[in-house]
């Protein structure tokens, strides 16, 4: 693997396993790209197959399950179909591989997904969700969480049914929405208290493979950095952003794994 890298891109991640080694409180925000390796398409790659005129702008919106809950439904029950077999990937593992490690080295490492699989669980890895939860379902008139029954647990792949007839609440007849926080939509409040909590009182903030398009998550870097935090990105396409100061630009799948060995061995 060493070999795929450039020695510039290996010079910057052992100063970047440099810098994290030395910090106590790291705070750590990752998007669709960590997922990208695993085989899940990212939001803003274009879409496929069925979905290939459609933006997820366009879908993942209150407005737009109001005005046709029954597309809005099935492009989740679609996208549901895709993620379900999909497993973590080098990058997952590190960073569960890098929070079990903190048990001992007494390291505080937050994370912080804007991702709606659960990959990051299924590698092992304690991680608060920005954006809601693939795998859940809730009415989008009472918000009661909705489970299916018939397949025991509601928030796993298991526990899914991925027919695209739509459903009604069985407490007030509205229709079962996927439990993911959509455009324009506010985000969990008890997740976004963890979020800015880590982020301002981080001594590194890393992001890993977000376009920081989307707020409010993609202003966490900039808080992080106004609080003192040093800023590291990940990303194969980093982003134009002026606060960064370390750029890793390859796969996540690549650095995440290196990195991590080279903070757990210090
Ligand atoms: N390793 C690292 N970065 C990668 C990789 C990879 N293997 N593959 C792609 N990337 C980068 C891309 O360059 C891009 O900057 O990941 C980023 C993915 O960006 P988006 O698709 O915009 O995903 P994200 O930032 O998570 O989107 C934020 O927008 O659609 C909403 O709510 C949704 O949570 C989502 C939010």
Redesign the pocket.
């Known amino acids: 693997m060493l070999a795929e890298l450039s020695s510039a891109l290996i010079a910057e991640v052992e100063r970047a396993a440099k810098l994290l080694g030395a910090k106590q409180h790291i705070c750590i925000l ?5 997922s ?2 695993s085989g899940i398409p ?4 274009k879409q496929t197959g069925l979905w290939e005129n459609y933006g ?2 366009d879908l ?1 919106t209150p407005e737009a399950f109001t005005r046709d809950p029954k597309l809005v439904w099935s492009w989740y029950q679609w996208r549901r179909r895709v993620v379900a077999d999909k497993k973590p990937n080098p ?1 997952h593992d590190a960073l569960a591989q890098w929070q079990y490690h903190t048990q001992s080295s007494g390291q505080k490492v937050t994370l912080i997904t ?3 699989d659960d990959l990051h669980e299924q590698a092992g890895s304690t991680v608060t969700h ?2 809601g939860h693939l795998w859940r379902n809730r009415c989008s008139q009472c918000e009661i969480p909705y489970q299916n029954k018939s397949k025991g647990s509601y928030s796993s792949a298991d526990s899914m049914d991925y027919s695209e007839a739509l459903i009604s609440c069985p407490h007030c007849d509205g229709y079962i929405r996927p439990d ?2 959509w ?1 324009g939509e506010a985000l969990p409040v008890e997740a976004w208290e963890t979020a800015e909590e880590a982020a301002a009182n981080c001594e590194v903030f890393i992001s ?7 707020y409010p ?1 993609a202003g966490l870097a900039q808080l992080a950095k106004e609080n003192g935090a040093e800023i590291i990105e ?6 134009p952003n002026t606060i960064v100061d370390i750029t890793l630009a ?4 690549m650095v995440m794994p290196l990195l991590i060995q080279r903070i757990t061995a210090l």
Do not use: C, M, W, Y
């Not at 990212?42 to 790659?45: M, V, Y």
């Not at 890993?208 to 989307?214: A, D, F, Y």
């Not at 990940?234 to 982003?239: F, H």
């Open positions: 990752t998007g669709a790209g960590i990208a390796e990212t939001f803003r790659d997820a702008e993942a990058a804007q991702n709606v920005l954006h993911i926080v455009f890993i493979g977000t376009s920081s398009l989307v998550a990940i990303n194969t396409n980093p982003t390859e796969k996540a799948g």
